[in-house]
């Protein structure tokens, strides 16, 4: 590797009874995950809990604590079920307080639209004491971020924006890049294969992802580091090696 | 509510460095939650995290103490990257054995397979100390159960036949119910009579889901209880609610 660099990592809180019901299926952890590499910052943990205030709480100060950053969706709209925002301010000890430029922005946003800024939109003006806002480009009401902790939407479009309106802002490292080579070859076939060639480059981790497609076997084989040249090299290597075991190395994956 | 009744509850914990790089979009949160449902289980809490041999045994045992049942999908494979099962047994504190079923099982799935019974494919046999098998209709290498811990594989269809050889096997409670009622309502603007007609219904808790489609906002709101009868009630009444309100309620959802 190209020196020792400091890993930075987050974790993924998502706040939602939608998803352990099973009604709604999560998108959020992906698309979070994808722009936390893009910056260098590992996606090292993600909890999926129900909306109840008191386990919210407890969770946001165990996983800020843990880790550099903490992401949380969902939770953060008008309704009666709507109670993140009370439980990060119970999480960090401060008393909720509505924002006056989430306020303004809200003023703005419902002028001239049926109702205006009712009683229950103000309520998406609400914050935990001492934060600051996330703009939301697609629909008003802004996320939240108090300290290391970002409080987005749980509608994934919505997270994605507030993802946007954060990008460039943090601070990671070397982002993991990745190289797939994929063979038609059952994985505990070429087994011995992948665990030496992981061992022959330190550096490199080789995730091996089976599946069953067209009616036969085949893996896809991720090698992830944060030195691009070295996962290269090693995609180079492993693709001879599959080459010389009798199966056609696919780059970039099956 | 017809009486009270024992709430079961279960975690899943879900290993995998796929999921967390983003590469990989989870499919097994939603299966398991629905086929909990369905045998009166609450899934209350997911956990997405690394394939790290102390981390998973750390987690393992933080959640089979505080749940019901805790399922683990991932990493029980023929690879260097498959440590779920080694996690396991350090969590139980016993040794990683053969069990001679499973080795049977796949002496008779590789029988007349290219390469037969390899020691990669036997490395498919080892369970902890103790543990006894789940079906695996699919591919042959079985799932794992000891004690209130359910052990499955990674790749969601696999992960699907080991809950359909499970299905029936496990104590739980009452099914909830959830009735689902769809209007073309901002959400903000129903937000008090949804509070309302939860706060007049003991038993039932609504979500309220917003979206935004075909150039229009709306929302889902569903209704779940453990009365099947009350939820229905229920919904009856935030249809009228809402027609009063000037929204067409759309029952089934939008």
Redesign the interface.
């Known amino acids: 590797m190209a020196g020792e660099s400091r890993q930075w990592t987050a974790a993924l809180l ?1 706040i939602g ?11 959020n ?6 722009w ?2 893009h910056h260098g910052i ?10 109840d205030i008191g386990r919210i709480a407890a969770t946001v100060n165990e996983l800020r604590a843990a880790h550099d950053y903490l992401f949380t969706t969902g939770g953060i ?6 109670i993140t925002v009370d439980a990060i301010a119970a999480a960090f000890g401060v008393p909720v307080v509505v924002h006056p430029v989430a306020r303004k922005i809200l003023e703005h946003y419902y002028r001239g639209r ?2 205006g800024l ?1 009683d ?2 103000l ?2 003006a609400r914050v935990p004491q001492g934060a600051e806002l996330i703009p939301n480009p697609s ?1 008003g009401a802004p996320g939240i971020k108090i300290e290391n902790v970002y409080v987005m939407a749980g ?1 994934p ?1 919505i997270a994605a924006s507030m993802l946007e309106a954060l990008t460039g802002k943090l601070e990671g490292g070397l982002p ?1 890049v ?1 190289v797939t080579v994929g063979a038609r070859a059952p ?6 294969l ?2 030496e060639t ?1 061992a022959a480059n330190p550096g490199v ?8 497609k067209d009616g036969r076997y085949g893996a896809n084989f ?1 090698i ?1 580091s944060e030195d691009g040249d070295l996962a290269k090299r090693t995609g180079d290597e492993l693709s001879s090696k599959l080459r010389e075991a009798g199966y056609e190395p696919v780059e970039g994956g099956l």
């Open positions: 998502v009874d939608e998803i352990l019901s099973g009604r709604t299926q999560d998108k952890v992906a698309q979070v995950a994808l936390l590499n590992r996606l090292s943990e993600v909890r999926i809990i129900p909306d709209g008008p309704t009666h079920d709507d049926p109702g009712t229950a939109r309520l998406m629909s509608v479009g993991i990745s994985e505990s076939d070429v087994a011995d992948l665990r992981e981790a080789i995730g091996s992802y089976p599946f069953f991720v992830r």
